[in-house]
């Protein structure tokens, strides 16, 4: 390939093993002598824990049990805030949150020391909503509940609302999601003869668990090595929770003195892992009779659950996405993270987009509804574009293309033309088609990338060129594409380079698996060891024929009236030295200027815009609606890989729909999460997939990104919601306002809709 392989579809590096089922996840590795761990998790949500009444009949020196005052070190799990704990000391603060860790040598020995144990916990009101939360009916967290809050405002709010001919008032909701990864959550722990830790687990951040063993216990960060499994899907759930994970096995490991392990079954993941924030979100837009927007107030609030976790970083990206891609000249934006006696949430595809883009394109549409006017017409009214200013102050400067994406899937869902034809519809089964548009701000938010140090090494050996960064591959293709943009910078035929899971041992810090990064940003570093070794062998060579540096260019160097292809003269180099390697940081640029006291400035470097239209199928006497064709063009830069990148689109925005209309998850009045098991919550199949049409644009590139390269993993999922609840309206004419919308709450909004003879077409 002479190293041209960039914007070509490669074989994945991992599909071999992964189809033949040879790769190894964590419940594969053979482990002699490892014994099986369990956390016992609280059963109610919110009590006094007393202790616990362990049988007597049963032998309890044939396990290991541990509660807070057995963990070695500190009982807290570091993140963003520490206040976490590892284990609950007296008072719990939600259901399954674990209050002790048992350990034995087999499952069947294990199950019995679990029978065997019954905690003892006097119960506490709790709770359960973020209203109750709002109003201090009970304190969950601090001294009022909220974990963080933001405030952004720009322009004269009442100079706006008074230039405006209506004010259009809304609230949205979005509920909890679970992100259902094939591969539930495991974590092993391995110590060894000299005194040092092994954790091996399925992870997105490496880093983040290595950091939390290292404060937790109080090691030296040599003592600790964290090597990611293959991995099973993460879609952000495995970004915060393996941290916790591993310091339960560390703990019973280092009990026990012996390898433990400790994989989840479905159950226990649905129940006690982290989900999508549930939302609320209160919108007030100022606008002209044409559609143009005046003034936009906003008031979002997503509820955290019990602990900060990842709620402050969600919090902050779905504060600077939800005035959408529109301009707007006068904003007034308010977020809150409150807490409440539930299952801390996360990290979820999107990680805070989704739920902000929901209610703001669900509001256009209603300005369209109130207004009379068509909803792609209001959005291209209003879209933005190069030099407009964001409500936080940023002046889009480079590959702006909402309005391109908007045309192009209302031309490729055949959309005006849909919209009429829905029109005239009568009968019990009735069609409609919805239209969206979103944004994803790539990489970490504000001065997130200039602080984290991202780091990426590149060595040679034997033949091969190895990449070490600490991006995951799960499932997403990163194993792939990494190798792919070193391949092209380096010249060299794609099978040349390889690109190991990461070691904390060997793999340097190039941050988490998170916020779209791991092909703009880590992929720009490796990027950047791959031209310093190239510069390093140029030199080489130049000093080898004593000269100045030789020349690259296809591939080859050249010098005076030789050549060597990069393979060569890394031989010879690293014959000379005995070693060859280059390293390679986030060079200048590539980050903005964020004050973060003032949470103003440039927010993300730079933007990927998408844009999708939904037709669905609506029964009206069984309510079940079905997602016929979906319609998609989005604008991510260069696409590194096109194959998956038409695979992340389909996959994210499948999410989006289940999330719309059928993963139904909620809080019972005991504080347990709705669905024990996948029976209780649906989600997409085969059978439930829509027929699909894609389009990448190329219009730009982006000045940052490898090749020109921006963020796609989360921005699939960002506005499948909205767009599927407007073909619903258009379908049914009733007016959604949140998501899941199960049938069940399609029926009651057909029953509370006034009679009329005919749908609202608006």
């Known amino acids: 390939m002479n190293g041209k392989v960039v914007g070509t579809s490669v074989p994945r590096k991992d599909g071999i093993d992964k189809v033949t089922g040879r790769a190894p996840f964590v419940a594969d590795i053979p482990v002699p002598g490892c014994w099986e761990g369990a956390v016992v998790g609280s059963p109610v949500p919110h009590g006094i824990l007393k202790g616990f009444e362990r049988d007597p009949a049963f032998d309890w020196s044939r396990v290991v049990f541990l509660t807070a005052r057995d963990l070695r070190g500190k009982n807290f799990v570091h993140l963003v805030r520490d206040d976490l704990p590892i284990l609950a000391e007296e008072r719990v603060a939600y259901a399954t949150q674990g209050i002790a860790l048992l350990a034995a040598p087999d499952e069947a020995l294990l199950r019995e020391a679990l029978k065997a144990l019954r905690p003892v916990l006097e119960p506490l009101p709790a709770v359960l909503s973020l209203e109750d939360s709002l109003a201090r009916k009970g304190i969950v967290w601090g001294e009022d509940n909220i974990l963080d809050e933001y405030r952004i405002q720009r322009g004269d709010l009442k100079k706006g609302f008074a230039e405006a001919d209506r004010i259009v008032e809304g609230t949205y909701r979005t509920g909890l999601h679970e992100q259902l990864y094939l591969e539930t959550q495991g974590m092993l722990a391995l110590p060894q003869d000299d005194g040092t ?96 927007l005046t003034a936009l107030e906003v008031e979002l609030v997503l509820d955290g659950g019990a602990f900060t976790t990842l709620s402050r970083v969600v919090q902050q990206r779905a504060t600077l996405h939800v005035q959408g891609c529109y301009r707007v000249p006068n904003v007034s934006i308010h977020s809150l993270s409150v807490a409440t006696h ?29 207004l009379n006017l068509d909803p792609l017409d209001v959005r291209l009214r209003n879209v933005l574009e190069e030099g407009d200013v964001l409500p936080c102050g940023q002046v889009l400067r480079d590959a702006v293309h909402p309005k391109e994406v908007l045309l192009r899937a209302a031309e490729l869902g055949d959309y005006r033309n849909k919209r009429v034809a829905h029109a005239a519809q009568t009968g019990r089964v009735r069609r409609g088609v919805g239209i969206s548009l979103a944004l994803h701000g790539g990489g970490f938010t504000g001065d997130g990338e200039a ?42 035929p794609y099978d040349q380079v390889a690109c190991p899971r990461p070691d904390t041992a060997v793999t340097p810090n190039s941050g988490p698996t998170v916020a779209s990064r791991s092909t703009m940003y880590v992929g720009r570093v490796v990027q950047e060891a791959c031209g310093a070794l190239i510069r390093d062998l140029a030199a080489f060579l130049g000093d080898r024929e004593g000269t100045g540096p030789a020349r690259f260019e296809e591939g080859r160097f050249f010098l005076k009236d030789r050549s060597w292809t990069t393979r060569e003269a890394a031989d010879l180099a690293r014959e000379a030295r005995g070693s060859l390697e280059a390293w390679g940081t986030l060079p200048p640029g590539c980050t903005g200027r964020w004050d973060q006291d003032a949470f103003r400035g440039e927010a993300y470097k730079a933007y990927s815009w998408i844009a999708q239209t939904v037709e669905v199928e609506a029964d009206l006497d069984t309510y079940e609606v079905t997602p016929l064709e979906v319609a998609v063009a989005a604008e991510i830069g260069k696409a590194i890989h096109p194959i998956l990148v038409e695979g992340q689109i389909l996959g994210g925005f499948l999410q989006s729909l289940g999330w719309s209309h059928i993963e139904d998850l909620t809080l019972t009045g005991e504080g347990k999460l709705s669905a024990e098991h996948l029976n209780a919550y649906l989600i997409p199949t085969t059978l439930d997939t829509p027929r699909w049409k894609v389009e990448v644009l190329e219009p730009g590139t982006c000045p940052v990104g490898p090749c020109g390269a921006k963020g796609l993993g989360e921005l699939p999922l960002n506005g499948g919601a909205p767009a599927f609840v407007s073909a619903l309206q258009d379908a049914t004419g009733v007016f959604g306002t949140e998501v899941p919308l199960t049938g069940e709450k399609l029926f009651r909004l057909l029953e509370e809709r006034d009679g009329a003879a005919a749908p609202d077409r608006q």
């Open 197 to 292: 830790l092994e954790v091996v687990g399925s992870m997105q951040c490496p880093y983040y668990v290595h950091g939390a063993l290292v404060q937790s216990l109080g090691w030296d960060p040599e003592r600790i090595r964290v090597r990611q499994a293959v991995t099973g899907g993460g879609f952000g759930g495995k970004e915060d929770f393996p941290s916790l994970l591993a310091l339960w096995v560390a703990n019973l490991a280092l009990a026990a003195g012996r390898p433990v392990r400790l994989v989840y079954d479905r159950s226990d993941d649905l129940l006690g892992t982290p989900k999508r924030h549930p939302s609320r979100t209160r919108i007030v837009a100022g606008v002209k009779e044409d559609g143009t």
């Open 342 to 370: 539930m299952v801390p949430c996360g990290a979820y595809r999107g990680f805070g987009a989704p739920q902000a883009l929901f209610a703001m394109e669900r509001h256009m549409d209603k300005i369209a509804r109130v």
């Open 451 to 492: 602080n984290m140090g991202t780091t990426v090494r590149v060595e040679y050996a034997s033949g091969v060129f190895t990449v070490h960064a600490s991006s995951a591959d799960m499932g997403q293709g990163i194993g792939t594409v990494h190798p792919m943009i070193a391949a092209q910078a380096l010249g060299v």
